[in-house]
């Protein structure tokens, strides 16, 4: 049956069936162009997959930095004496174990308190010279940023009251000077001092605006680092705020505190983790804003390719139109037929893009590192859809509004 044998039905049946025979009509022309189609909705697809990249790389940096911070040290604050080579310093500058105390009993704020002092030293492990980064840290140390104890155990409050020469090596220069076996119970030389060692830790994370733990590095209690250096200040203090909330406060505070304590020229620096969340937040908008102009690039192309089609197949279809006036159909539904054909042909890249956004992900993330989660939101198919919708009725109104206004009579006329 033709097309006007099925307008004239239509008709009849009344709108529920004219509205079934347009949809007919219009899945019909894409058939009929099944290449001109091919070609518009590859745009639409790449656009429609873009936004969901977009949205998926997005939260997954946001959750990736988290968990590093989450893994160095949830709510940190770290601060330290800024040595200025333009004036003289002065031991009284430095921060020292009594500040810590000051910090813990008068900042209400804070819940851990925990410093550090490096030095490097060179070590003899079975003939081999190896530099590591010696790191005194005092009791609360571990409550802070967590340190991963791969064998043997962490310092014990007994070891610090009785001045025990215990030590932890890292991971990396257990790999180095014991080849890969078990370094616990063995004795290394520090300086003149003989360290038994009692563990072997990793970072949960590397050092994020902190650098005190290196690859080779050897972990003592504080009293004895002053035996090695001969100096007992403190290099780098660590405060853990209550909550995330009072970040900001205990920030302020310990800057207050440490410069009432040490009145003069002397200047600290007291930073938190929301630099690392600011660059991340830069990196993140960085990449969404290219995704972005890739998306809209795309999809402005596609949206041109859908006009281009639209308006070739109102040229094409000129006569058919004529006749469907003829036989009865308003401008409405001519504009409605082709304003469909137009979201269809949107329709069809934006599902095909919402499929190729869902699977880069799946295949990229068995070559991701295994602290890297990626994250989907179910939200961003429907954002894509939406929009490559959208993208086609804007698009694809010209051509529609311009077949609604075809004459009947010279449109039967057309060759």
Known sequence: MTFVALEAQSRALGKTTLRFLTLEIACDSLRRNRLRVFLATIGVTIGSACIILVVTVS???????????????????????????????????????????AVKAEIPEVSEVAGTRQMPVTLEIEGNQIPANVVGVTERFQAIRKLTILRGRYFEADDARSHARVCLVSAGLAQRGWSGASPVGEHIRLGELQFQIIGVFTQRVSSIGTNEIQRESVLV????????????????????????????????????????????????????????LQVA???????????????????????T????????????RTQEIGIRRAVGARPC???????????????????AGVALGLTIPTFIKPMLQDTVTVQFSWLSPFLALLVSCLFGLSFGFLPARRAARLDPAESLRYE
Not at 281 to 303: E, N
């Open 59 to 101: 939260l997954t940096a946001r959750s990736y930095v988290m968990n590093q911070i989450e893994a160095l040290g949830s709510n940190l604050i770290y601060a330290n004496y800024v040595y200025n080579p333009n004036r003289p310093s002065s031991l009284d500058d430095d921060i020292n174990l009594s500040d810590l105390q």
């Open 221 to 276: 209690p504080f009293n004895q680092i002053t035996y090695l250096s001969g100096e007992d200040h403190v290099w780098l203090m660590y405060a853990q705020a209550r909550t995330p909330a009072e970040v900001p406060v205990v920030t302020r505070s310990v800057y207050q505190l440490l410069k009432s304590r040490h009145p003069g020229p002397a200047a600290y620096r007291v930073q938190n983790l929301d630099a690392v």
């Open 305 to 316: 390719g859908i006009m281009n089609i639209m308006l070739a197949s109102v040229m094409e």
């Open 281 to 303: 937040d830069h990196v993140a908008f960085a990449l969404k804003s290219v995704m972005l102009l890739i998306a809209l690039i795309a999809m402005v192309s596609s949206g």
């Open 333 to 351: 539904h001519i504009l409605f037929q082709f304003l469909l054909e137009a979201v269809m042909i949107s329709l069809a890249g934006g599902i």
